[in-house]
């Protein structure tokens, strides 16, 4: 079965520590990868992507995520995190290919920054 | 126009009530969505349009019923619900028909059943 793991139910770090959220998928074949941010009442925003090529995606707000296939692992990453960062953040895959409409997401991780 | 736009943002009925979510895309999009995500908890996957058509159902209670008038349009009819089901749903698109290149939310419709 198709699942999207991640390992951190809650992190908290002071600002301008480093960040990183484990995530692991179990896909079949190929896959997209996604991380989503949600902040406090509000909606799912798309951090990065990635699809294929380099294996280092950047993406908005000083993200980034590295996809290492042989550990089937996408982790997001950021060096200095900020207050503004506090936020719940989901990994979420889909089988590649036309018709793969199920975008399988993990349970969330929860990152709290302190000031 | 790069959003998926909801109304209502919040919205309480009583459990004989009939009331209806509004889903609006104008990006060209082939596919909608309806998520459902309870506080804490990741978005489900209740009903997948793609080219109008309902491809996906999960198994959802038939006192919610989609509609898909047109491309750009997504409804989500309630009738009948228990306070269970008080949550966020959430509106999603996606390019050609698949979710090869991730969804596009709306901002969510918080609803209360009372």
């Known amino acids: 079965a198709q699942s999207v793991s991640q390992h951190n139910h809650h992190v908290i770090l002071s600002e301008a520590a480093s960040l990183e959220l484990g995530c692991n998928y179990s896909?079949?074949?190929?896959?997209?990868l996604f991380w989503y941010v949600q902040y406090p009442g509000q909606h799912l925003q798309l951090l990065l992507k990635y699809f294929s090529g380099d294996p280092l995606v950047k993406g908005i707000k000083g993200f980034e995520a590295e996809f290492i296939k042989s550990k089937f692992s996408f982790n997001l990453r950021k060096p200095s995190v900020q207050w503004s960062d506090t936020a719940e953040y989901f990994c979420?895959?889909?089988?590649?290919?036309?018709?793969?409409?199920?975008?399988?997401f993990g349970k969330g991780t929860k990152l709290s920054v302190i000031p | 126009d790069t959003e998926v736009t909801q109304t209502p943002k919040h919205l309480v009925m009583g459990m004989t009530n009939k009331k209806s979510l509004k889903c609006e895309q104008h990006m060209g999009h082939r596919a909608m969505y309806w998520y459902k995500q309870k506080a804490k908890k990741p978005p489900e996957l209740m009903f997948v349009?793609?080219?109008?058509?309902?491809?996906i159902n999960e198994s959802v209670p038939s006192r919610f019923s989609p509609e898909c008038p047109n491309s750009s349009l997504l409804n989500l009819h309630l009738h009948a619900l228990q306070p269970e089901d008080s949550a966020l749903y959430l509106c999603?698109?996606?390019?050609?028909?698949?979710?090869?290149?991730?969804?596009?939310f709306g901002s969510g419709t918080r609803l209360t059943v009372v």
């Open positions: 349009y793609s080219y109008e058509k309902l491809s």
């Open positions: 999603a698109s996606s390019q050609g028909g698949g979710a090869d290149y991730g969804y596009t």
């Open positions: 896909y079949g074949g190929t896959v997209n």
């Open positions: 979420a895959a889909t089988r590649s290919g036309a018709g793969s409409y199920q975008l399988t």
